[in-house]
């Protein structure tokens, strides 16, 4: 279901091809919520067989056509009933963490090398989580630019406020993950010498 919501997400500003979802998915909730092309078709003629979208053939190229989705008010009924309730949340599947709880089978230098790789994965995460809240801030991301356009000026500064706070926590996670890999390190060192 929280494909179809992310997909809500970005239909709410405005109709867009299978295509532009795509784009879309990877710059905006695809920091959130990835999913490949391979699900988005899918779901989607899944969400117009239900009524929750109105597809329409418009014209791509001299010859060709594309399917351009509108969302109905039956999906915007959809997608608010399902921002006013409290999320159901999965059970954890970590495979980083997992791995960490038995790295005494890995060579220390490899336990080491996943814990540097983390540090990486996460350091680069944290940087573009920064850069999103400063396109927030100076008004540079072109998506939340065309769902302001489309937003009340009443709403605009929550708008705004919600996508930061929504960055902050992806930061605060980035930020957890570093320092917990870089203790990791300390602790195969110690536990190395130890022996």
């Known amino acids: 279901m929280s494909l179809r919501n992310a997909l809500f ?16 998915f990877e710059s905006s909730v695809g920091h959130v919520w990835h999913a490949p092309d391979s699900q988005i078709y899918p779901e989607l003629k899944r969400m117009e ?28 009924a959809a997608f608010r009933t399902w ?10 599947r970590d495979p980083a963490h997992l791995k960490a709880a038995y790295l005494e089978w890995a060579d220390p230098e490899a336990a080491k090398e996943q814990l540097r790789v983390h540090i990486e994965h996460h350091t680069g995460l944290l940087e573009q989580w920064r850069e999103k809240i400063t396109e927030i801030e100076d008004g540079t991301s072109a998506m939340l630019n065309r769902r302001l356009s489309k937003t009340s000026d009443a709403d605009r500064a929550k708008t705004k406020a919600y996508k930061t706070f ?7 996670q980035a930020e957890a993950e ?16 130890e022996q």
Do not use: C
Request: no cysteine.
């Open 9 to 24: 997400a970005l239909l709410v500003v405005e109709p867009m091809t299978g295509y532009d979802l795509h784009k879309q």
């Open 49 to 76: 067989s239900e009524g929750l979208l109105e597809g329409e053939e418009i014209p791509w190229g001299p010859r060709g056509k594309k399917r351009q989705y509108h969302v109905t008010e039956a999906g915007k």
């Open 83 to 92: 921002m006013n309730t409290p999320l159901e949340y999965a059970r954890t």
């Open 166 to 172: 929504t960055y902050e926590g992806l930061i605060t």
């Open 178 to 193: 570093i320092a917990w890999a870089r203790r990791g390190l300390k602790l195969v060192d110690r536990l190395n010498s």
